[in-house]
């Protein structure tokens, strides 16, 4: 028993079994799911659904019903799927805004522009739509296929007799198994018009169709550019066009403007739409819009944006046409069924493809007409003749037994047949007026000119031809609706002035040593004292100064990258606020911290900056003694400026770090002041280093002793009447002197020392600066957090082997962690001073 069943079973490699199962799997979603039919350009699933609204008698001469009720019939004879999937379907057929001509006329919330679904099926009732009648038209005179449906107990249509192409004029979307299709709606009167011309002639070329149809006519509205790529999209199928919205800029009160949006490219979610330009306003991406609002009505779209007083009206809608959905991308992808297999269609086989399906259709219906015709007038040719013998004929029924003895014997007696006989025998009295005779006689001549007509049809294709061409143009006349999409020749180019998007006013900008940067208005700050800018503690500022939106600032980390930020894109914050760290955007490393930061050469759109040459250099020194000079000019921006920072400088050495960045000017005359740690000096002309890339090592500054490493590397100005430097000590002793006790010596030399070296306790240098500015105001960072506030000219200039002096200020503080320049000191003298 046991081998007898083992008999039956089939050995299959799992690889073999799931490539038969996907296979069938992708064949049916592609054949009978995703993918419309080219003849009538529906999915199985709306065949379906029209198809049960139609035996139910739903359709637009008759009272709504429930789309529940819909939904149920479809499932329960048709389609035995989800409910959800045949209400979204029947949904998606009736909205205005994604059918150019819905097939579905739906009472209640069938969704919205704005994304918003329809309201449960038991809420809402539909019907047909007039036009949809026209899809179904004639479909029970045997024109098209049918087949059993999936419990084989009732019969669906396979294709429906589509008395228009409703491929194109409704368009199609859908995603299968190696397979998408992306067809765009068209005008009807259209399509209807170039199907008119390929009937007929016998050649046509794509621009005769051309001719015709414009483009797509997509529901919404709005503008199609790029009518010259049209012509290669309708011979291949695919391609893409530009759609974008019909905008117009007005006037208010006050000169201020608003842009405002009529019409907006096809399946856009209009409440995305303003939430991108609202996160547009809110992150300041562009200067000058004040609000966003969704004015729509039921009189149409109208999307508002309202501008500042002093905005660039033009300039802002072209920022969002770029970068939102105010203009798209439409890609063709024109798939369909055709003959049981997808195919990426042509317009020309889409066209030929619907008009060889309505000349079966045609040629069917005719035959099934001519058939009925031929029969009707074979019974009322036997009825004239029974008024001639009348008598005879109601005497033979008289004289039988039984209604089939009467049709035996009129057959037998008068020669009629079967069907005539059965006429004769069912016959009402009234019908033997005489009234009734030339009715009979007048739809006989009817029946001869009818089967006459049918016969020309089937035998002549050009007859058969202007029939189609004929009910077309009734349906053209009865549905006619004028273009809505407006198609033009070119794309117009979209130009962004930069600098017109973003208003041009002063600003403070602040950047600390930790990281932390701000833009600060005017306003914010004269209204607050220098010295409550907010900075948390152990951090100071490293760079405050007055800069242009128009403008951009470098920045230059610790880490040898840098950082190119414009001006209007710093984050806004009032002058006592810590401002925002950069690791919010930026990936830093551990530790990296900011060195310097100066204004970019280049502003918006290329601007040189005013107070700078296009021949400035930056000085990069590391802590490990290496040197190079790169042209200012290569610190520009970069496609990831926003996220992440580029090189400034290539380390040698991998625990190396950025001690110092100057920005120079080439022609001028500077040094540059090398002091390390061990308290070894070296003084040489910056000429000596060369000028290189930003991905460069540079070169070597100064021979460093084992375990030692640079201090200070501070710039000389030899055009200052007395450079001077200062370094600091682990004692907490300051030590002021003028630049030229160092020995000057050729590049990459050891230097000389600046302390007497001793055994016990040796000076060690912690931080230091250069002094090109006579009296300056400068400040020491303590471990405490505490900050000694003094003048350079506090300190007494002494020789190059001398300790230093003590700073009462730094008494009790603690360990020095930086010396800097006491910027919050030089502002508030500059406020002082105004």
Same mark, same amino acid.
């Given at each position: 028993?046991?081998?007898q069943?083992?008999?039956h079973?089939e050995e299959?490699s799992?690889?073999?079994?799931?490539?038969d199962r996907?296979?069938?799997?992708?064949?049916?979603?592609i054949?009978?799911?995703?993918?419309?039919?080219?003849?009538?350009?529906?999915?199985?699933v709306q065949?379906? +659904?029209?198809?049960a609204?139609?035996?139910?008698?739903?359709?637009?001469d008759?009272p709504?019903?429930?789309?529940?009720?819909?939904?149920?019939?479809?499932?329960?004879n048709?389609?035995?799927?989800?409910?959800?999937?045949?209400?979204?379907?029947?949904?998606?057929?009736?909205q205005s805004?994604? $059918?150019r001509?819905?097939l579905?006329?739906?009472?209640?919330n069938?969704?919205?522009?704005?994304?918003?679904?329809a309201? /449960?099926?038991r809420?809402?009732?539909?019907?047909?739509a007039?036009i949809?009648?026209?899809?179904?038209?004639?479909i029970?005179?045997?024109?098209?296929e049918?087949?059993? @449906?999936?419990?084989?107990?009732?019969?669906?249509?396979?294709?429906?007799?589509?008395?228009?192409?409703?491929?194109?004029?409704?368009?199609?979307t859908g995603?299968?198994?190696g397979?998408?299709?992306?067809?765009?709606?068209h005008?009807?009167?259209?399509?209807?018009?170039?199907t008119?011309?390929?009937?007929?002639?016998d050649?046509?070329?794509?621009?005769d169709?051309?001719?015709?149809?414009? =483009?797509?006519?997509?529901p919404?509205?709005a503008?199609?550019?790029?009518?010259e790529?049209?012509?290669?999209?309708?011979?291949?199928?695919?391609?893409?066009?530009?759609?974008?919205?019909r905008?117009?800029?007005?006037?208010?009160?006050?000169?201020?403007?608003?842009?405002?949006?009529?019409?907006?490219?096809?399946?856009?979610?209009k409440?995305?739409?303003?939430?991108?330009?609202?996160?547009?306003?809110?992150?300041?991406k562009?200067?000058g +819009?004040?609000?966003v609002?969704?004015?729509?009505d039921? @009189?149409?779209?109208?999307?508002v944006?309202?501008l500042k007083?002093?905005?660039?009206?033009e300039?802002i809608?072209?920022y969002l046409l770029?970068?939102?959905?105010?203009?798209?991308n439409? $890609?063709?992808n024109?798939? /369909?069924?055709?003959?049981n297999?997808?195919v990426?269609?042509?317009l020309?086989l889409?066209?030929e493809?619907y008009?060889q399906?309505r000349?079966?259709?045609?040629?069917?219906?005719?035959?099934?007409?001519?058939?009925s015709?031929?029969?009707?007038l074979?019974?009322v040719d036997?009825?004239?003749?029974m008024?001639?013998?009348?008598?005879?004929?109601?005497?033979?029924?008289?004289?039988s037994?039984?209604? !089939?003895?009467a049709?035996d014997?009129?057959?037998?007696?008068?020669?009629?047949s079967?069907?005539? /006989?059965?006429?004769?025998?069912?016959?009402?009295?009234?019908r033997?007026?005489?009234?009734?005779?030339?009715?009979?006689?007048?739809?006989r001549?009817?029946?001869?000119?009818?089967?006459?007509?049918?016969?020309?049809?089937?035998?002549?294709?050009?007859i058969?031809?202007?029939?189609?061409?004929q009910?077309?143009?009734?349906?053209?006349?009865?549905?006619?609706?004028?273009?809505?999409? !407006?198609?033009?020749?070119?794309?117009?180019?979209?130009?962004i002035?930069?600098?017109?998007?973003?208003?041009?006013?002063e600003?403070?900008? =602040?950047?600390?040593?930790e990281?932390?940067?701000?833009?600060?208005?005017?306003r914010s700050? =004269?209204?607050?004292?220098?010295?409550?800018?907010?900075?948390?503690?152990?951090?100071?500022?490293?760079? *405050?100064?007055?800069?242009?939106?128009?403008?951009? %600032?470098?920045?230059?980390?610790?880490?040898?990258?840098?950082?190119?930020?414009?001006?209007h894109?710093?984050?806004?914050?009032?002058?006592?606020d810590?401002?925002?760290?950069l690791?919010?955007?930026?990936q830093?490393?551990?530790?990296?911290?900011?060195?310097a930061a100066f204004p /970019?050469?280049?502003?918006?759109?290329d601007?040189?900056?005013?107070?700078?040459?296009?021949?400035?250099?930056v000085v990069?020194?590391?802590?490990?003694?290496?040197?190079?000079?790169?042209?200012l000019?290569e610190?520009?921006?970069?496609r990831s400026?926003?996220t992440?920072?580029?090189?400034?400088?290539?380390?040698?050495f991998?625990?190396d770090e950025?001690?110092?960045?100057?920005l *120079?000017?080439?022609?001028?005359?500077y040094?540059?002041?090398?002091?390390?740690?061990?308290?070894?000096? %070296?003084?040489?002309?910056?000429?000596?280093v060369?000028?290189?890339?930003?991905?460069?090592?540079?070169?070597?500054a100064?021979?460093?002793k084992?375990?030692?490493?640079?201090?200070?590397?501070?710039l000389i100005?030899?055009?200052?009447?007395?450079?001077?430097?200062?370094?600091v000590s682990q004692? =907490?002793?300051?030590k002021?002197?003028?630049?030229e006790?160092?020995?000057?010596?050729?590049?990459a030399s050891?230097? *000389?020392?600046l302390?007497?070296?001793?055994?016990?306790?040796?000076?060690?240098?912690?931080?230091?600066l250069?002094?090109?500015?006579?009296?300056?105001d400068?400040?020491?960072?303590?471990?405490?957090?505490?900050?000694a506030?003094?003048?350079?000219?506090?300190?007494? *200039?002494?020789e190059?082997?001398? $300790?230093?002096?003590?700073?009462?200020?730094?008494?009790?503080?603690?360990?020095?962690?930086?010396?800097?320049?006491?910027?919050?000191?030089?502002l508030a003298?500059?406020?002082?001073?105004?």
């Open positions: 028993m046991v081998k069943i083992n008999e079973i299959l799992f690889t073999n079994v799931i490539g996907f296979g069938r799997y992708s064949k049916y979603i054949q009978d799911r995703a993918l419309p039919d080219i003849r009538d350009g529906l999915k199985p065949r379906r +659904i029209l198809f609204m139609y035996k139910d008698r739903n359709t637009h008759h709504y019903r429930k789309s529940a009720k819909t939904v149920g019939n479809v499932i329960g048709y389609h035995p799927h989800g409910d959800s999937s045949v209400y979204e379907a029947m949904v998606r057929m009736s805004w994604k $059918n001509m819905p579905i006329d739906m009472h209640g069938n969704g919205s522009m704005d994304g918003d679904p309201a /449960a099926m809420y809402t009732e539909a019907r047909l007039p949809a009648s026209e899809l179904l038209t004639d029970d005179s045997e024109t098209v049918f087949g059993l @449906n999936f419990d084989d107990t009732l019969e669906e249509p396979l294709v429906l007799p589509a008395g228009f192409p409703n491929l194109l004029v409704n368009g199609a995603i299968s198994a397979y998408a299709t992306d067809i765009p709606p005008n009807l009167s259209e399509v209807i018009d170039a008119d011309y390929i009937l007929s002639h050649h046509y070329e794509l621009s169709l051309l001719q015709f149809v414009k =483009g797509p006519d997509f919404t509205g503008i199609i550019q790029g009518a790529d049209l012509e290669e999209v309708y011979r291949t199928g695919h391609g893409k066009v530009v759609v974008r919205s905008t117009e800029i007005e006037k208010l009160r006050g000169g201020k403007h608003q842009i405002v949006a009529t019409e907006l490219p096809y399946e856009v979610n409440s995305k739409l303003i939430q991108k330009i609202d996160d547009i306003r809110l992150q300041n562009v200067e +819009i004040v609000e609002r969704d004015e729509s039921i @009189n149409g779209v109208r999307l944006i309202e007083r002093e905005a660039d009206p300039g809608l072209n770029k970068n939102t959905d105010l203009q798209t439409y $890609n063709f024109m798939v /369909a069924i055709h003959n297999r997808p990426q269609a042509s020309g889409m066209l493809a008009i399906h000349q079966e259709v045609v040629t069917r219906r005719t035959q099934h007409k001519l058939a015709d031929q029969a009707r074979h019974i036997g009825l004239i003749r008024v001639s013998i009348l008598d005879e004929v109601i005497a033979t029924i008289r004289q037994n039984s209604k !089939q003895d049709k014997n009129l057959v037998a007696r008068f020669d009629f079967q069907d005539q /006989a059965e006429a004769i025998v069912s016959l009402q009295l009234y033997l007026t005489n009234t009734d005779i030339v009715k009979l006689q007048e739809e001549l009817e029946l001869n000119e009818n089967i006459l007509h049918y016969q020309n049809i089937l035998a002549n294709k050009q058969l031809n202007q029939t189609i061409q009910e077309l143009q009734v349906i053209k006349k009865k549905y006619h609706s004028d273009r809505l999409t !407006q198609v033009e020749a070119q794309v117009e180019a979209i130009e002035d930069t600098s017109l998007l973003i208003p041009q006013e600003v403070m900008v =602040g950047v600390t040593k990281g932390y940067i701000k833009r600060v208005s005017l700050y =004269g209204s607050s004292e220098a010295s409550e800018f907010g900075c948390r503690d152990l951090d100071y500022p490293l760079f *405050i100064q007055s800069m242009d939106t128009h403008q951009a %600032l470098i920045l230059i980390t610790s880490k040898g990258n840098y950082i190119h930020l414009p001006v894109e710093i984050p806004e914050a009032r002058w006592k810590l401002g925002t760290h690791s919010q955007s930026y830093l490393a551990e530790g990296e911290q900011m060195i /970019a050469l280049y502003g918006l759109d601007q040189v900056n005013p107070d700078y040459s296009e021949s400035m250099q990069l020194i590391t802590r490990l003694g290496m040197i190079k000079k790169t042209s000019s610190f520009v921006t970069y400026y926003k992440r920072t580029a090189m400034a400088m290539k380390f040698k991998d625990d950025l001690l110092v960045a100057h *120079i000017k080439q022609d001028h005359p040094e540059i002041g090398l002091v390390t740690q061990r308290s070894y000096s %070296l003084r040489y002309s910056l000429d000596e060369s000028n290189y890339g930003l991905r460069a090592q540079g070169v070597v100064i021979n460093l084992e375990g030692d490493q640079l201090r200070l590397a501070g100005d030899l055009e200052a009447s007395r450079p001077q430097m200062m370094v004692h =907490g002793l300051v002021r002197f003028d630049s006790i160092i020995g000057q010596a050729a590049r050891r230097g *000389i020392l302390y007497k070296d001793r055994k016990n306790d040796p000076h060690r240098v912690l931080d230091g250069a002094l090109n500015e006579g009296s300056q400068l400040a020491i960072m303590t471990e405490s957090g505490q900050v506030r003094f003048s350079s000219t506090e300190v007494p *200039i002494t190059r082997l001398s $300790n230093g002096n003590s700073l009462p200020a730094l008494e009790g503080l603690g360990q020095v962690l930086a010396i800097y320049p006491d910027r919050l000191s030089q003298a500059a406020k002082a001073g105004k």
